[in-house]
């Protein structure tokens, strides 16, 4: 089973955090950010993956740590769970719409951390949720999981349905970057390693 359990205590936030890349779609979250909660949902029934989220931050100071902490954890679980890389398909690429949105998410699991964010929210906040908040999520994301991450928002208006694409095309891609091919001996890189 390619899969990792992280655990996370700071002065900040408690998070417990289990992730499975040949999942069901199960999710069960519970990180006192609801938006947060409602996107990680969606990450995880479009991505095919299961994951458990239980956290207990600083939200009554704002959602930002707790938020952030939940990206790192997920991103250390994603290349946890991926072990040594070997067959993967490596690279990644979907796009989803939703309504007047349409969002394209690029991923390599390269071990080369970047992110590139083009994205542009109309509204400051979803609800309570700061919408700042996407970016720093995915660059952590991004960071801990050491994966190129290329998200781009080709048109939207509503914010809400803006990040919902975003969150359901980066679990497609993640779902077709993490599979395995069977054509693929050892690791897909003429290096001999990610």
Request: proline share 3%.
């Given at each position: 089973m390619r899969e990792a359990t992280i655990e996370r205590h700071t002065g900040e936030t408690q998070i417990k955090l289990a992730y499975t890349i040949d999942g069901e779609g199960v999710s069960k979250q519970d990180s006192g950010v609801p938006f947060l909660d409602?996107?990680?949902?969606?990450?995880?029934?479009?991505?095919?993956?299961?994951?458990?989220?239980?956290?207990?931050?600083?939200?009554?100071v704002d959602d930002h740590h707790t938020t952030e902490d939940i990206g790192i954890c997920l991103g250390l679980a994603i290349k946890d769970a991926l072990g040594d890389k070997k067959r993967i398909r490596r690279y990644g690429n979907a796009?989803?719409?939703?309504?007047?949105?349409?969002?394209?998410?690029?991923?390599?699991?390269?071990?080369?951390?970047h992110l590139e964010f083009r994205a542009e929210f109309p509204s400051q906040k979803v609800g309570t949720f700061d919408t700042e908040l996407v970016h720093e999520f995915m660059w952590?994301?991004?960071?801990?999981?050491?994966?190129?991450?290329?998200?781009?928002?080709?048109?939207?208006?509503?914010?809400?349905?803006?990040?919902?694409?975003?969150?359901?095309?980066?679990?497609?891609?993640?779902?077709?970057a993490t599979?395995?091919?069977e054509?693929?001996?050892g690791v897909p890189s003429t290096k001999g390693m990610l």
């Amino acid at each position: 089973m390619r899969e990792a359990t992280i655990e996370r205590h700071t002065g900040e936030t408690q998070i417990k955090l289990a992730y499975t890349i040949d999942g069901e779609g199960v999710s069960k979250q519970d990180s006192g950010v609801p938006f947060l909660d409602h996107m990680l949902d969606l990450f995880t029934k479009h991505g095919h993956f299961n994951l458990e989220v239980d956290a207990n931050g600083d939200t009554e100071v704002d959602d930002h740590h707790t938020t952030e902490d939940i990206g790192i954890c997920l991103g250390l679980a994603i290349k946890d769970a991926l072990g040594d890389k070997k067959r993967i398909r490596r690279y990644g690429n979907a796009f989803v719409p939703m309504d007047e949105t349409l969002a394209q998410v690029v991923v390599d699991l390269s071990n080369r951390p970047h992110l590139e964010f083009r994205a542009e929210f109309p509204s400051q906040k979803v609800g309570t949720f700061d919408t700042e908040l996407v970016h720093e999520f995915m660059w952590k994301l991004a960071l801990e999981a050491r994966m190129n991450l290329h998200i781009i928002v080709h048109y939207g208006q509503n914010t809400h349905h803006i990040i919902e694409a975003v969150f359901k095309a980066l679990a497609r891609a993640l779902d077709e970057a993490t599979s395995i091919d069977e054509r693929v001996k050892g690791v897909p890189s003429t290096k001999g390693m990610l």
